[in-house]
Nanobody, 123 residues
Framework: QVQLVESGGGSVQAGGSLRLSCAAS????????MGWYRQVRGKQRELVAS???????NYADSVKGRFTISRGNAKNTVYLEMNSLKPEDTAVYYC?????????????????WGKGTLVTVST
């Protein structure tokens, strides 16, 4: 099993910055892509940014130029640097990992999710 623990959410005024962190732990054989998604109540969860094990990144158009995703040196952590925050960035942010892990002696590749961290941007 894989556990993802997020931190760094909070409240900030428009134009401010926040940094989200996510650490993966457990019976991990290989971490492939890691990323951040966000969800507003009543709407579908959407991709914010992702980073592959090789370092290539992908961003939602709405955050390009403002957010930066990166992986830690240990490769089991992922960060989201959020600058120039807007009220429409307000959401619960979820860490995601595409991981190969051992479960009951069997290798299994699947998506794992953190519990989410709330980001609130006020005007």
């Amino acid at each position: 099993q894989v556990q993802l623990v997020e931190s760094g959410g909070g409240s900030v005024q428009a134009g401010g910055s926040l940094r989200l962190s996510c650490a993966a732990s457990g019976s991990i054989s290989r971490l492939n892509a890691m990323g951040w998604y966000r969800q507003v109540r009543g709407k579908q969860r959407e991709l914010v940014a992702s980073v592959m094990s090789g370092g290539s990144t992908n961003y939602a158009d709405s955050v390009k130029g403002r957010f930066t995703i990166s992986r830690g040196n240990a490769k089991n952590t992922v960060y989201l640097e959020m600058n120039s925050l807007k009220p429409e960035d307000t959401a619960v942010y979820y860490c995601n990992a595409d991981a190969l892990a051992v479960r009951q002696g069997v290798y299994e590749r699947r998506d794992y999710w953190g519990k989410g961290t709330l980001v609130t941007v006020s005007t």
